[in-house]
């Protein structure tokens, strides 16, 4: 990890987590605000995915800003989309589903179980 790469994530992911706050209450905020703002990141997330693999061949701390940074601080769930995608590109369906099912799950309930210890 070199520091230019750190610096990368570190200001992109500012940049992100302060765009994802101003989509969310220029539409006034909720889960929907949330729902705008993973399926955005998602269709982002995917045009650099492609961009980079086939036509931009970008420095790694470019595309670590754009995508770790300023998608990872924008939505997390763009990250996600990405890696479910690439196992199933890799034939790995099995490992996909239990990714994408075990996320979903694991996450509500590790909130659940969180919230009730916390209250």
């Given at each position: 990890m070199s520091l230019a790469t750190l610096g990368a994530v570190f200001?992109?992911?500012g940049f992100g987590a302060a765009l994802r706050w101003i989509v969310a209450a220029l539409v006034g905020g909720g889960p929907w605000a949330i729902f705008l703002v993973n399926v955005?990141?998602?269709i982002v997330m995917g045009l650099l995915a492609g961009l980079f693999a086939q036509r931009w061949p970008a420095?790694?701390?470019l595309r670590t800003f754009l995508t770790?940074?300023?998608l990872g601080g924008y939505t997390t769930f763009?990250?996600?989309s990405l890696d479910a995608v690439l196992l199933?590109?890799?034939g790995q369906?099995?490992?996909a589903a239990l990714y994408v099912v075990g996320s979903v799950v694991a996450g509500i309930t590790g909130l659940v179980i969180a919230m009730k210890l916390a209250g």
């Open positions: 200001f992109g992911g955005s990141g998602s420095p790694m701390e770790t940074g300023i763009s990250t996600f199933i590109e890799r369906w099995g490992q």
